[in-house]
């Protein structure tokens, strides 16, 4: 025998559909972020570990990736970033290669005719070493800087923070 559905019964259906799966919208992430503190054990304070050695840096500053979670919401994703990394004596300064006038990615040693500089193409911005912007090109402020530490003889990098090093 044929069970026919009624125009009733199809709504009820339908509307019980729409409302569970709006349902699980709010409570799903809800449960994500409970368990939040669970799924953060992966980087201890916060400090990345490159797979640079702490003893291969220079005082030339180099290009230092590392790959971070970026939490959008309840969704994650595997960014990666790069900082410039130099030797300064004992100290390891890393830069945020991130123009400071609109954005754009600085280079090492990108203007021929400014050597050891920090050069930006998109409007001609320079940054001396220390990522002090260089007065008169279009930069306002100085790059910023990342916190560096060590694990295991690996170079860490850590928060991003205001240039402290450019006076
Ligand atoms: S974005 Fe770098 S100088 Fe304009």
Redesign the pocket.
Known sequence: MSQRVTRRQFLNYSLMGVGSFMAAGIVLPMGRFALDPVFKSGSAGGMITTSVKISELKEEPTKVDFKFEQKDAWYTSEVTAFAWVYKDGDNVVALSPT?K????T?NWNGDKENPNQFF?P????RYEKNGKNIPG???LAPLDQYETGEKGGMLTIGKKHPNELAK
């Open positions: 123009c006038h609109l954005g754009c600085v930006c998109c409007h001609n911005g090109t279009p930069p």
